[in-house]
């Protein structure tokens, strides 16, 4: 718990606390009610020992809650604010992507404001055209419309992206971004990764 | 061939589709979520990109699209990558061997499958790491199961299996639809047997 608090002040500090309060709001909590609902109606009902949560589940569902916090709050401590647009190449080079994966993972980060983009043109396009109305309903109705736009959009958007990166010379540029050695081999960087995964995996499910 | 080509699995026009396929799915999420639908919908990009570019691509978009979802939705995203690439998997073998989207019976039943494999898939992670629940509507029907007494493992599978073939279903049959109503001559540039198994493109000659 008291790491929690702590990994929610450097949140506050980095700037991204509302973005954890988001997923506290909008997924943390309804896991919880799904525990409660489980772990302290369904299972003991089951086992017939009667309803309410007992101090086993209790904990067990504290436990779970807990973890599944902190581990939202460490995950988005440590990576989102790396992944800022104008630091997005440098982050993900000294991480060692290289060529198509490097073009993957940028391409990919970019591209997610970009299409929620034309979601949102297509979306009012039809508003205006009186072909939709704002309430969810309406907006429901309109999907499979919306849906085959937005897919034209990608196929035509893949070939002249493909087509502008053979024109500018994509690979060339690719082979310019110096590569900077930091400390340590990259085998110990490897060993000290997985360290890090097999404890987060250990913590996370014993 | 370029360079790049050369040291990568891909050509460009397939590294161009799948970071919009990636794209794609994490958007489609966000459009759900705000239209606040009880489905999903974040598998279709990576149903896209297995049909038009082939298995490593569509495992690729689907593990990538959970770790990037991970970080710009939940976090919770990021222990299901499997099933994202277990989803990859099955409709590249539905589609290529058993040619699953020939017809909208077959992609019903394609959908139908690709559920109840994903529902199994995710079962176990639902239990070890989140104590059996999933934070959505599903977590009444687990409660119920679990309530005539079924072990947790066994109640997150059945109710698995319950809901996760509408879903999936549903998004089979958007990505259907989609490649059957898309432009020929664009889904030209993607041919590959199995769109031509599946009947979204005809045969040459």
Known sequence: MLFWIGLLLLLYLVGILSLHLHFLLFVWVPLCLGLLLVWGVAIPAGNSAGF?????????????????????????LCFVPLLHRS???????????????????????????????????VMSARIARGLAARNTLSRVLQLPAMLRPLLVFVLTS????????????????????????????????????????????????? | MTELTKRSLFNQQALALMPLC???????????????????????????????????????????????ASLVISPVYVFFVGTQAAIAIYIY??????????????????????????????APIIVLVFGGVSGSGRDLVTALIASSGQQILNAVMLSGAASEPI????????????LRGSPKGLLERFRNPWLVGNGFLKAPG
């Open chain 1, 52 to 76: 309410g949560l007992g101090s086993a589940e209790a904990y067990r569902t504290a436990l779970i809650a807990l973890r599944i916090g902190a581990f939202a709050a460490l995950l988005q």
């Open chain 1, 87 to 121: 630091e997005l190449v440098v982050t993900l080079t000294a991480w060692g992507l290289r060529g198509s994966a490097l073009v993957l993972a940028v391409a990919s980060m970019t591209l997610i404001d970009d299409l929620r983009y034309r979601v949102d043109q």
């Open chain 1, 158 to 206: 893949a070939v002249r992206r493909s087509e502008l990166w053979t024109h500018r010379g994509l690979e060339r540029r690719l082979a310019q971004i110096p590569v900077e050695n930091g400390f340590g081999s990259r085998s110990v960087s490897v060993l000290i990764l997985a360290g890090a995964i097999a404890w987060l995996a250990a913590s996370l499910l014993l």
């Open chain 2, 22 to 68: 990636i794209a794609l799915n994490i958007a489609l999420g966000g459009v759900v979520h705000f239209l606040k639908l009880p489905i999903y919908l974040d598998a279709t990009g990576t149903i896209l990109a297995t049909l038009l570019l082939g298995l490593p691509a569509g495992v690729i978009v689907g593990v990538a699209s959970f770790l990037l």
């Open chain 2, 93 to 122: 073998l539905v589609a290529r061997y058993l040619h699953g989207l020939l017809s909208t019976p077959r992609a019903i039943a394609t959908g139908i499958g690709l559920g109840v494999l994903a529902g199994v898939v995710s």
């Open chain 2, 167 to 178: 879903d999936k279903t549903l998004q089979v049959l958007i990505a259907f639809s989609l």
